[in-house]
């Protein structure tokens, strides 16, 4: 069997004003951070053999990993579209909305819906092109949605939609 894995999908190019600003400030201080490592990698290769060099070997792979995340948010800040206002449909599910879920049990659960660059699932923040947050998508309050997770499929009720005050 051969290596080839199609490519992935697309990802959606909305995100957040905060998150935007959090991904010009990471690289900026990637550009900062490659400053130090090109000198350090400079001082290893100035110590002699390459090939047995520890630091020289480390530095290098620090580099490259450096120069991949650069070359990705070069590639992506330009297409991003910031979402800053709050949607006139208060009472449906968009990008930016906290979202409320009611499982079977009657559990509840609230996420963010928020772009693909900046999801974090210790704070609740599903991507926009999570499963989930496709299926809750133009919803409305009282919905009952239908989502097929890893676990299995899952039947949600919501309960409650909010937008942010930093959405304007």
């Known amino acids: 069997m051969?290596?080839?894995?199609?490519?992935?999908?697309?990802?959606?190019?909305?995100?957040?004003?905060?998150?935007?600003?959090?991904?010009?400030?990471?690289?900026?201080?990637?550009?900062?951070?490659?400053?130090?490592v090109v000198a350090h990698l400079s001082a290893a290769a100035a110590e002699g053999d390459r090939s047995e060099n520890?630091?020289?070997?480390?530095?290098?792979?620090?580099?490259?990993?450096?120069?991949?995340?650069?070359?990705?948010?070069q590639k992506r800040l330009p297409v991003l579209k910031v979402v800053d206002r709050?949607?006139?449909?208060?009472?449906?599910?968009?990008?930016g909305a906290w979202v409320t879920l009611a499982d079977a049990r009657g559990e509840t659960r609230c996420y963010r819906i928020v772009g693909a660059d900046e999801f974090d699932p210790a704070r609740d923040w599903i991507s926009i092109d999570a499963p989930l947050a496709r299926a809750l998508l133009k919803r409305a309050l009282d919905d009952r949605v239908r989502v097929r997770l890893p676990e299995g499929e899952a039947t949600f009720e919501i309960v409650d939609i909010r937008y942010d005050a930093g959405l304007e």
């Open 86 to 95: 709050i949607p006139e449909q208060q009472d449906r599910v968009f990008f």
């Open 54 to 73: 520890a630091e020289y070997i480390y530095r290098k792979k620090q580099l490259r990993e450096l120069d991949r995340r650069i070359r990705y948010l």
């Open 2 to 36: 051969g290596r080839y894995r199609p490519p992935a999908p697309p990802r959606s190019p909305y995100v957040t004003r905060e998150g935007f600003e959090r991904l010009k400030a990471e690289q900026q201080s990637l550009w900062a951070r490659r400053r130090e």
